[in-house]
């Protein structure tokens, strides 16, 4: 197509597939939680799975990898050791989020590319503090009820 300005633009892509879900998850403080990303393509090899936090002025990669290796050179340094991919069945790249922090609150973004098509779903993980009080609290209130 050429616009009245003169300039003609095409494209070519392998985009066969594009969706975008979204998905509300809750968990509590110090939990794991695996926030889900599934394809409707086999992904025997993906090229790239990316998940990134984006509701920040700036995503942030929380993991990235490339051909099969995790590239931590691009990944933020809070999420380094907390995370990785559930390869449940070869179709599925959920992220699993250790020892969840309120910091971890935001949506998330599942990017995936592979031979032929990408993939992109969101997440958004909701945190809320633990509500369990240690076993021992019971018994020092008791101790104290009793001066």
């Known amino acids: 197509l050429c616009p009245s300005s003169g300039l003609c633009w ?13 998905r509300n998850i809750t968990a509590k403080y110090g939990d794991n939680v695996t926030l889900p990303c599934r394809t409707h393509f086999s992904l025997y090899y993906p090229i790239e ?22 590239e931590d050179k691009l990944q933020s340094p809070f999420f380094r050791k907390r995370v990785h991919l559930l390869y449940r069945r070869n179709r599925d790249v959920s992220l699993v989020l250790e020892n969840v922090t309120t910091n971890d609150t935001g949506t998330y973004e599942c990017r995936v590319e592979y031979r032929g098509g ?3 779903k969101r997440s958004i993980l909701k945190t809320k503090p633990s509500t369990l009080a240690p ?3 019971p ?4 101790q104290l009820l009793r001066l």
């Open 10 to 22: 095409s494209s070519a892509s392998l985009l066969l597939f594009l969706q975008v879900n979204q």
């Open 135 to 137: 076993q021992w609290l």
């Open 139 to 142: 018994l020092l209130l008791l």
């Open 49 to 70: 799975v990316e998940w990134s936090k984006t509701d920040q002025k700036s995503d942030q990669v929380v993991f990235f990898q490339r051909y099969g290796r995790v």
């Open 118 to 120: 990408k993939r992109r």
